[in-house]
């Protein structure tokens, strides 16, 4: 029998131990319904009402569909020219203007209030629910029960339905009309449950924080968001630029950030060849994957519109539809 090398053994060994721990997890991992027992007995300790937790966990189960949907997300199946195709057709664009126009002074009012162009309020809108068109049909204590099961993010999604059952508990929305993506994200605005609770709105003053039918809570708790979150009024989000032959790639990077005149000396002008800006805002290069070498100056506002949604696709997006809704 041949010797088997040291390397060999040490792969061997490795791997043994590898199944030994993902056992153990299985073996440790409660059976759903059981596990659900567990999930009822928190939020009851939360002081969530016991009517409230009996109906939202009355049918649910555990859904296959939204793990796939979870493991299928845009950044990670489609280019950006792909996504940026797809998500901003002329169609969106002609929307976005018509909305603009039909809610302007409540936009304009909004806006003023919490220090947001409201082009980005509407931009945001239409990324997110084609102008609360599509809002997601899944019911959101359902998806976030499954992702808070699955192994991938199920502290972070537990946490959520925890807050999701604390949002029922206090009657801004009933169970049946608690709609939401299959990330657990809701209503128009499609607010995280977390997000909700930190950011929503009651603009028009009924008692409710209502971001599913209200337009006036949409807006403002899309403004509140932005405007808690870092947003500049006298800033916009970024623009596309060409590189010089040469350029520095390392340079292209987040954590890269530079006054304006500095990208200018090292050969950065606007994608039609204009030079940059002269007011010195600190800016960053990006390149999106699969954008065919396209590459973007962010400023503060596109961070974020990243902390709204980390996806750089989306952030893009929401920009772009902003530029081309226009003021």
Same mark, same amino acid.
């Given at each position: ?12 060994? /490795?791997?043994?131990?590898?199944? +030994?721990?993902? +056992? ?12 659900? @027992?567990?999930?009822? /007995?928190?939020?009851?300790?939360? =002081? ?5 937790? %009996? ?12 793990? %796939? ?39 304009? @009012? ?9 082009? !980005?309020?509407?931009?945001?809108? =239409?990324? @997110?629910?084609? !102008? ?51 990330? =657990? ?12 609770? %930190? !950011? /929503? ?38 623009? @596309?630029?060409?590189?010089? /032959? =040469? ?52 400023? %503060? ?27």
């Amino acid at each position: 029998m041949a010797k088997i090398s040291s390397k060999i053994l040490g792969f061997i060994a /490795a791997g043994s131990l590898a199944l +030994s721990i993902s +056992s153990a997890t299985a073996a440790e991992k409660k059976p759903f319904g059981e596990w659900l @027992e567990d999930v009822k /007995a928190e939020a009851l300790s939360n =002081g969530i009402r016991a009517d409230i937790v %009996n109906a939202a966990f009355a049918n649910v189960k555990f859904k296959e569909k939204v793990i %796939n949907l979870d493991r299928k997300q845009p950044e990670v199946t489609q280019t950006f020219q792909q996504y940026m195709d797809k998500r901003l057709p002329k169609s969106l664009v002609d929307q976005g203007k018509t909305q603009m126009n039909k809610h302007r002074a409540l936009l304009e @009012e909004v806006g003023e209030k919490y220090g947001v162009q409201p082009r !980005f309020i509407v931009a945001l809108w =239409g990324v @997110e629910t084609r !102008f609360g068109r599509y809002t997601g049909g899944f019911n959101v204590v359902e998806a976030l029960t499954t992702l808070a099961y699955d192994n991938r993010r199920a502290a972070y999604f537990r946490k959520e339905l925890m807050n999701a059952l604390r949002i029922l508990n206090e009657d801004h929305i009933t169970l049946a009309n608690m709609k939401g993506s299959w990330a =657990g994200a809701m209503g128009q605005s499609q607010f995280m449950p977390s997000s909700f609770l %930190n !950011f /929503a709105e009651d603009y028009n003053g009924d008692g409710r924080r209502d971001i599913w039918t209200t337009k006036a809570d949409v807006f403002a708790s899309a403004a509140n968001y932005l405007s808690r979150s870092g947003w500049k009024y006298d800033q916009t989000w970024g623009r @596309e630029v060409r590189l010089p /032959a =040469g350029f520095d790639t390392s340079l292209i990077d987040l954590k890269v950030e530079k006054p304006m005149q500095d990208w200018q000396d090292l050969g950065v002008r606007r994608a039609d060849g204009r030079d940059l800006p002269t007011r010195q805002l600190m800016g960053s290069l990006v390149q999106p994957k699969g954008g065919n070498g396209q590459t973007f100056i962010v400023y %503060n506002n596109y961070r974020t519109i990243l902390k709204w949604n980390r996806s750089t696709y989306f952030a893009m997006s929401v920009g772009q539809l902003a530029d081309r809704i226009g003021n």
